[in-house]
């Protein structure tokens, strides 16, 4: 079976930095199975591709190694890291933007040595290509650098109760179709308050007439603020941090 290296920036794909991270790849391995993710992630948005990997990791087959470089503190003493957990592997800056694999405590973690004459602005190519090449090779974690016990692990903030029994959540990202998503878990049913709307929780986009405003469970679970053929995030002012709130059916 062919490896699989999967590759997030947010170099774009412009200014040949992604296609020099994947000729060190291929130069390494040449059959290697290269699979681009997006490259299009905001700029320095270590969140955002934090989010974004919390979707796919698990969906490739076992063996697979992620690549992450959305890496604003490259060049500073900010680790760079190879993660094995679950069977898969990812190496990147050790920002937080690994977390939804460092989050079990199986998880092995291993700070990868910076090469003598390594770019200070690009431990993509590298850094971390080199890494992914040679796990995807079959090299062990542990042989790729020394243990590191307290990588960064950052997580999507709790939802609270309030005081009148409604659960206090946030928006965490828009997407590209102006969706907003957000930390609440939801049963079917209730509503969702939102910029001084309160949109009751329906199943699908369609759900809603041209233009209207729309509260489902997106594919991840979560609850999302949407508008039908249109940007809900910018015609309702919303970005992250912007707070919601879900109420049972029976309020």
Known sequence: MRPIVTLLTDFGTADGYVAEMKGVLLTANADVTIVDVAHDVAPQDTEGARLALARYWRRYQPGTVHVVVVDPGVGTGRAAIAVESDGRFLVGPDTGVLSPALVTTAAQVVRLPIPRGAS??????????????????????????????????????????????????????????GNAVTNLLAPRGGTIDVAGHRLDLLRAYADVPPSGYVALIGSSGLVEIARRDGHAASSLSLIRGTPVVLRSASR
Not at 148 to 172: M, Q, Y
């Open 120 to 177: 200070p602005t690009f431990h993509g190519r590298d850094v971390f290509a080199p890494a992914a090449a040679q796990l995807a090779a079959g090299a062990a974690t542990a042989s790729l650098g020394a243990p590191l016990t307290d990588p960064v692990v950052r997580r999507t903030p709790e939802p609270h109760r309030a005081s009148d029994g409604g659960i206090v959540g946030e928006v965490i990202h828009i997407d590209r179709f």
